[in-house]
């Protein structure tokens, strides 16, 4: 009965992630065609469509400017997986967070982890005035030492007989 249940719960949850799959590829064909250079839906999808491996072989740019194909490849879609990417990695570090916490409404503008990173960049700000180390400015280092320096105190000061209590 058990294995039934987890069966067609996979089932449901892959039906979901496939969907929202097809709906990212949407997404992207959609946005790397808008822009100043005015491309349409067709083309955008025949070039991105080209870059795809198992089906990029099947396809031919015949017809499309190299121009188009240079903006779409060299400058859209490096933008918009980059925007994927960071959108990723800020919704992990929110479920991060909310599981380091225990609360589902954790935020770091609540707990004051964004003050703490504010106040580190402005000592950064004040007290360096090199670059940085390996091309990371002293700034964003003394911000991430400060918003981390703020986390540690919440979650001990937050922390009532060794457990964490979500009300807190």
Same mark, same amino acid.
């Given at each position: 009965?058990?294995?039934?249940?987890?069966?067609?719960?996979?089932?449901?949850?892959?039906?979901?992630?496939?969907?929202?799959?097809?709906?990212?590829?949407?997404?992207?064909?959609?946005?790397?065609?808008?822009?100043?250079?005015?491309?349409?839906?067709?083309?955008?999808?025949?070039?991105?469509?080209?870059?795809?491996?198992?089906?990029?072989?099947?396809?031919?740019?015949?017809?499309?400017? *190299?121009?188009?194909?240079?903006?779409?490849?060299?400058?859209?879609? *490096?933008?918009?997986?980059?925007?994927?990417?960071?959108?990723?990695?800020?919704?992990?570090?929110?479920?991060?967070?909310?599981?380091?916490?225990?609360? *589902?409404?954790?935020?770091?503008?609540?707990?004051?982890?964004?003050?703490?990173?504010?106040?580190?960049?402005?000592?950064?700000?004040?007290?360096?005035?090199?670059?940085?180390?390996?091309?990371?400015?002293?700034?964003?280092?003394?911000?991430?030492?400060?918003?981390?320096?703020?986390?540690?105190?919440?979650?001990?000061?937050?922390?009532?007989?060794?457990?964490?209590?979500?009300?807190?």
């Amino acid at each position: 009965m058990k294995s039934t249940n987890r069966r067609l719960k996979f089932n449901r949850i892959l039906k979901y992630v496939l969907l929202l799959v097809v709906v990212l590829a949407l997404l992207v064909i959609v946005s790397s065609s808008i822009g100043s250079a005015n491309l349409g839906l067709k083309k955008t999808a025949i070039i991105v469509g080209s870059y795809i491996p198992l089906i990029g072989h099947f396809i031919t740019l015949e017809g499309i400017s *190299p121009q188009d194909i240079v903006i779409i490849s060299q400058i859209r879609l *490096p933008r918009i997986f980059i925007a994927i990417f960071v959108g990723i990695a800020l919704a992990s570090s929110g479920v991060v967070f909310q599981g380091v916490f225990r609360n *589902p409404i954790a935020d770091p503008f609540i707990i004051g982890v964004s003050a703490g990173a504010s106040f580190g960049a402005t000592l950064g700000i004040l007290f360096t005035s090199r670059v940085g180390i390996i091309n990371i400015s002293y700034t964003s280092i003394f911000a991430f030492l400060g918003a981390i320096g703020v986390t540690f105190v919440v979650y001990s000061i937050s922390r009532i007989g060794g457990r964490i209590c979500v009300l807190t």
